[in-house]
C-alpha cells in the first residue's frame, strides 16, 4: 500500500506529486480542496513514506500508473477524480486515457517536451538533488531562509521567496531522501506523451506561465495534442503552482470541465 493522507468529504480525489516531492507538495491547498473532496495524496512509490516499486518494475510512467491503479483499488476508490503535478500530471494522463478515473487534471506535465527540453530538465532534477544532499542534515534548515529558497527552488516555483519555511524544508527533505528520483530520470526521459488512444474522460491541463523547468511552450503542443481538453495558463505560477497561487490551483482541481 502507498503512504496517504485522507480528508474531507464527498467525491474522491486522489493528488499525485513530481519526482523528487512527495505527498506535502499538495499541502497548500489540500484544506481547501477537502471542503469539497475526499482528498487522497499518495506518495508515489520509493518517494516520502512510501514503498519501492516491486523487483523487476521500472520506474517509468507505465511501472508508476500501474502502482497508483492498485492503490485506489486498495484504498476501495470507484474511478476517483484524479490529480497530478509534473510526472504526476503524466499519470493522470495515463489514468484518462484507461478509463480508471472519472476526471483528471494535469498540472505541467512531462511529456510534451523534446530532446533539448529534456536534457535541460534532467540537468536541473539532478543539480537539485546533489544540492540538497551536499547540504544534508542542515539543508531543510537552510531552505527555510527566503534568500536560499529563492536560490534552490527558482526552477519549480513562481515566487520561492514566499514559500513557507514548512513547506521549503519538505521539498528539500524529500529530495533529498528519495530513493525513486535517480531510477526514475533515466526512465521517464523516454516518455512522450501519445494522443492515440485518446482520454476516455474529461482531461484539464493546467500550465504555470513562469514554469522554468518544463517551459509553457509545452503548453502549445498538449493543446495541438489534446484539442479536446480543457487548457488554462496559471498566472504567476511556477511548475509546482500549489504554494504560488493556492486559491487557484484548488479552484481548477474542483471545477467539472467541459468535454
Same mark, same amino acid.
Given at each position: 500500500m502507498l503512504a496517504h493522507d485522507r480528508s474531507g468529504t464527498g467525491p474522491?480525489? &486522489?493528488?499525485?506529486? *513530481? &519526482? *523528487? !516531492? +512527495?505527498?506535502?507538495?499538495?499541502?497548500?491547498v489540500r484544506d481547501l480542496l477537502a471542503e469539497e473532496r475526499e482528498v487522497i495524496a499518495l +506518495? !508515489?512509490? *520509493?518517494?516520502g513514506e512510501s514503498p519501492s516499486l516491486p523487483a523487476g518494475v521500472r520506474y517509468d510512467v507505465a511501472g508508476y500508473v500501474g502502482a497508483v491503479r492498485e492503490a485506489i483499488g486498495a484504498l476501495g476508490l470507484d474511478r476517483p477524480h484524479v490529480a497530478g503535478n509534473s510526472l504526476g500530471g503524466a499519470i493522470a494522463l495515463e489514468l484518462a486515457r484507461t478509463g480508471d478515473v472519472a476526471s483528471a487534471v494535469a498540472l505541467s506535465p512531462i511529456g510534451f517536451w523534446n530532446t533539448r527540453e529534456i536534457r535541460a530538465t534532467m540537468a536541473s532534477l539532478r543539480l537539485s538533488r546533489a544540492l540538497a544532499r551536499l547540504s544534508g542534515p542542515i539543508g531543510p534548515t537552510l531552505a527555510s531562509i527566503a534568500a536560499v529558497r529563492l536560490l534552490l527552488f527558482r526552477p519549480y516555483? *513562481?515566487?520561492?521567496?514566499?514559500l513557507s519555511s514548512a513547506d521549503a524544508r519538505a521539498a528539500a527533505e524529500a529530495f533529498a531522501a528519495s530513493a525513486a528520483l535517480p531510477a526514475t530520470l533515466p526512465c521517464t526521459r523516454r516518455y512522450r506523451f501519445a494522443p492515440d488512444p485518446p482520454a476516455r474522460v474529461p482531461v484539464t491541463i493546467g500550465w504555470g506561465e513562469d514554469d522554468r523547468l518544463l517551459p509553457p511552450r509545452q503548453a502549445l503542443r498538449a493543446r495541438e495534442m489534446l484539442p479536446a481538453a480543457r487548457h488554462v495558463i496559471l498566472p504567476g505560477c511556477g511548475h509546482v503552482p500549489m504554494p504560488d497561487d493556492p486559491e487557484r490551483v484548488a479552484s481548477l482541481l474542483l471545477s467539472s470541465p467541459d468535454r
Open positions: 474522491p480525489l &486522489v493528488l499525485l506529486h *513530481g &519526482v *523528487g !516531492l +512527495d505527498r506535502r507538495t499538495w499541502r497548500p +506518495d !508515489l512509490p *520509493g518517494h516555483y *513562481g515566487h520561492p521567496a514566499r
